[in-house]
């Protein structure tokens, strides 16, 4: 399996902690939308270390249970760590879950995961075996992820994010994933209930400029060192970053975020 290309290093642990919170209203209005009850059995598909399956633990509670799968040991142990008695995270494979994983859940969510995949249609095959009949999938991922772009538009930028999506699609991953996602459910015997896209903008001072921040103080480097972007391109990138949040007149365009809810027939 390649590499998964964001790292599991701490400042990626805290990034998707601080993106958790910024997205958990958008997720908690999506399992309300899907339906999700106290008692219920959840699976959290790439769970990473494990920020919604809190939450989701806490609204099944007691009485119901979230099962997390990631790949990565470390994130697995992070979730497992936190100490909530009715979440237990593993480690394996997505495209593989109802080879390892038992039972019959009423929800299945997988965020920021099936662009990362290289057989998202897998992930969807297993969360069919898993989920009962009337059971829902509830996703949220990219579609027309090089749309994220400098307002006014740099150069710079374009050339980012195109190294982006190409990194990802290098390592087998699909920046436009939600895109395909509508045919490969109905192949699954998901109807599909509700689409919906989240269009965000960050401005200086704001939390959502701080998620996009964040993020290109991460990986900028990261697709320098995998040979993506020049030293020269990175450096010019992130002084552009700078220049915006600086100027408070200029903004950033974030990827659309798609919402898709998908009922098992
Ligand atoms: C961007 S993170 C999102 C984590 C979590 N869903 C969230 O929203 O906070 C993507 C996660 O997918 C996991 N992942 C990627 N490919 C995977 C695979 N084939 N099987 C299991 N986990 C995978 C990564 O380890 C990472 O934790």
Same mark, same amino acid.
């Given at each position: 399996m390649a590499e998964y290309v964001l790292g599991t290093h701490d400042a990626e642990l805290e990034r998707l902690g601080f993106q958790a919170r910024l997205w958990a209203d958008v997720a908690h209005a999506a399992w309300k939308r899907a339906r999700l009850l106290r008692g219920q059995s959840v699976i959290d598909l790439g769970? /990473? %270390?494990g920020f919604a399956s809190v939450d989701l633990a806490a609204m099944v509670g007691s009485e119901g249970r979230v099962v997390g799968i990631d790949e990565s040991a470390s994130f697995v142990e992070a979730a497992n760590g936190r100490g909530v008695p009715n979440l237990r995270a593993v480690v394996g494979d997505v495209q593989r879950a109802s080879a390892f994983v038992d039972g019959c859940f009423d929800l299945a969510y997988a965020r920021w995961l099936l662009c990362f995949v290289p057989d998202p249609e897998a992930v969807v095959a297993g969360a069919a075996r898993l989920l009962r009949p009337g059971g829902r999938l509830v996703v949220h991922d990219y579609f027309n992820y090089t749309t994220m772009t400098s307002a006014p538009r740099r150069p710079e930028w374009t050339e980012v994010v195109a190294a982006t999506a190409r990194s990802w699609r290098a390592r087998g /991953? $699909? %920046? $436009?994933v939600c895109g395909r996602l509508p045919g490969i459910l109905s192949r699954h015997g998901f109807e599909l209930e509700h689409v919906d896209v989240h269009q965000r903008f960050g401005f200086a001072g704001d939390t959502m400029f701080q998620w996009a921040s964040t993020w290109w103080r991460n990986y900028a480097p990261r697709l320098a060192q995998m040979g993506e972007i020049s030293d020269e391109l990175r450096d010019r990138f992130l002084g552009s970053l700078a220049e915006i949040e600086a100027s408070r007149d200029q903004f950033i365009v974030m990827p659309p975020v798609w919402e898709i809810v998908a009922r098992r027939g």
């Open positions: 769970c /990473g %270390p /991953g $699909d %920046p $436009d």
